[in-house]
């Protein structure tokens, strides 16, 4: 027997089994169990070598069975998924899941549904994202009375506007196309300065108010019948929406005003209304630091974009033209104009012209000279556009 060939001992009894020397119990041993009676009879001895080869082929017939089974057989599991599907489901194992994504790519999968659900529709708590990120007007307020020391960790607000800056700076071959990303976040911009529509009762209150700082003492020791906010509270919301103002002037809200109206080229469109809106709410108030930081920035440019933007979009308004508003107005009053000739249709840029002269206007709120004297002579520009 050769101890190398793993198949020898089958060899050794098939040579044995048609062999007519006899077979002695050394021999028979190599093969047989350890313990087993042994016959020194010839023909016992081949029979015990034919009884281990049947049980040997019979171990062996097993061990292919379960390695082979039949399928013809009963009770045999007949497989019930197709290679195809198998293959589908190996794919499916060797699929990443979206957890082990990059985390950029996960990001870009929900932004549009990001934007879709949260900025477009839910119409509330916009402003709180600001805070969120930054930090409140009354956690400022700590800060400074207790001189804590100013985190070092990046602002998210402040990445997120020198992105829209860079945006807005890349040449493009007309008008910069509407971002409804940026819309959304100047929105939200918008609303944490309290909105851009001012209300009412401010300005028609503005005159009771300088009325109120002449005849106050007067008030304060009648009593007064009249209900609103205390003194305090008017200073105290003063200085909040002051606050905010300069929260977000801080991150470089203003020049990124500047840097969008230039990129609109005088075309009216929402982006260009929303950016208006968050220039009114930002300058709301006649806020001095926010005006000088736009001039400084003007200057410093000397961008001549943002003067041929507002020219053209005044002269694209067409509420402007009084000679075709007095005629629509006569042809609604003979009664042709019985679908609404003189409404929408004739008004539908009202509001951007409203936003536009408002802006203009709040640039120089507070007799700022200095604003008012570059918007008329634009003084150390290449050219000056007559706005």
Known sequence: IDPSDDMSWQHYLYSKLGS???????????????????????????????ERIIDMSKVLFGLHT???????????????????????????FRMISLHSLPRHRAMNIFLKTYSDMWLSVENVGHEQLIEDNTESFEEAEKKRTGDEEADGRPDPINQLVTAFSRAATTEHGGAMKEDSLFMDYAFIFTQSNGGAEEDEEEEGGGEGDAGGEGGGEEGAGGGGGEEGPSIHEQEMEKQKLLFQQQRLADRGVAEMILLYISACRGEQTQMVLKTLKLGISILKGGNVD?????????????????????????????????????????????????????????????????????????????????????LRTQAGNTTTVNV
């Open 20 to 50: 007519k020397k006899a077979v002695t119990g050394r021999e028979l041993a190599l093969v047989d169990t350890p313990g087993a009676k042994h016959s020194k009879d010839p023909h016992l001895a081949a029979d015990q070598l034919v």
């Open 66 to 92: 379960i390695d082979h089974p039949s399928g013809q057989q009963k009770g045999v599991w007949r497989s019930c998924v197709s290679s195809q599907r198998k293959r589908a489901v190996i794919a499916c």
């Open 290 to 374: 926010v005006q000088m930081r736009m001039l400084k920035h003007l200057k410093d440019k000397k961008d001549v974009g943002f003067f041929i933007s507002i020219a053209g979009l005044m002269n694209s308004f067409s509420v402007l033209d009084l000679d075709a508003f007095e005629r629509n107005q006569k042809a609604e009053g003979l009664g042709a104009g019985a679908e609404g000739t003189t409404g929408e249709k004739n008004m539908h840029d009202a509001e951007i012209t409203c936003a536009v002269f408002r802006f203009i206007q709040l640039l120089c709120e507070g007799h700022n000279l200095e604003f008012q004297n570059y």
